[in-house]
């Protein structure tokens, strides 16, 4: 068990786009986290548009934690990508040091609006003559 007094040296937020329903993304994730030995501190979900997960993990996991969110089908913004790249790549450099450290994340998952030309309804092609 854990100590609420431990020092987080990561300590994450990130956010991300999702296509799909932010809620079922949450839902995916959570568990995948746990299934990745992480903890789930918190979901929230914001009615349709948004979503938000809190959660830790060794820091020996970065790298499947980082695939996991892409798994999910989420578009990371550009700042989450950088924290997970520098989060991964220092965790391989000082991995004997600080493989089991914890790291938290604070996840903010916005759907994603579609584009004007996604919005467009297709053709019915049935309809139109040979």
């Known amino acids: 068990m854990r100590h609420s007094d431990e020092k987080i040296d990561w300590d994450l937020t ?3 786009f999702c296509a799909d329903n932010p809620q079922r993304a949450i839902r995916f994730l959570t568990g995948a986290i746990i299934t990745c030995g992480g903890w789930v501190l918190s979901r929230t979900m914001n009615g349709s548009d948004s979503a938000e997960i809190s959660f830790e993990f060794a820091r020996v996991v970065s ?10 089908g989420l578009e990371l913004s550009r700042d989450a990508h950088i924290h997970m ?4 790549q220092c965790t391989k450099a000082l991995l004997d040091a600080c493989g089991y450290d914890v790291a938290r994340v604070r996840l903010v998952i916005l759907q ?5 030309e996604q919005q467009k309804k297709p053709t019915n092609l049935a309809s139109n003559p040979s």
């Open 63 to 72: 790298i499947e934690i980082y695939s996991l969110l892409i798994a999910a």
């Open 85 to 88: 790249t520098e989060l991964c």
């Open 14 to 16: 990130l956010t991300a």
């Open 112 to 116: 994603k609006l579609a584009s004007p």
